[in-house]
């Protein structure tokens, strides 16, 4: 009986300790989700600003108050602006499905359909 016991108080143990650390798991998955997401919205803003000044840089090439490699440059600045914007929304998949895995309610039938 006294050995029953003690490994009925070690399985419960066990499991409080998986609970809590499933726990910090989610903490820190719906964190990073939420880290992403606020980041996401920065770089769209990043997106914006890089659209106004190849709009700008283009005009003033047009009137002749800007060079070429002026246009060049803010297009290139652009096209890093969106490229990070797609990174965030990848790594905002990824760490949706993370969540998801951590709670238990990840479908992968249902989520990953063609």
């Excluded at 143990?13 to 998955?29: C, F, K, N, S």
């Excluded at 914006?48 to 440059?73: C, H, I, K, P, W």
């Excluded at 797609?86 to 309610?105: D, H, K, M, N």
């Amino acid at each position: 009986r006294a050995a029953a016991e003690l490994d009925l108080s070690s399985r419960e143990r066990t499991l409080r300790q998986r609970e809590l650390e499933i726990e910090a798991e989610v903490r820190t998955a719906v964190r990073e989700l939420e880290r992403i997401r606020k980041s996401i919205e920065l770089q769209k803003k990043g997106v914006e600003v890089a659209e106004q000044q190849r709009r700008l840089a283009t005009l003033r090439y047009q009137r002749g108050l800007a060079s070429n490699f002026d246009v060049v440059d803010a297009e290139g600045s652009l096209v890093v602006a969106r490229s990070a914007l797609v990174g965030l929304l990848t790594s905002y998949q990824v760490a949706r499905v993370e969540l998801l895995r951590v709670t238990g309610t990840l479908e992968v039938d249902r989520e990953f359909e063609p």
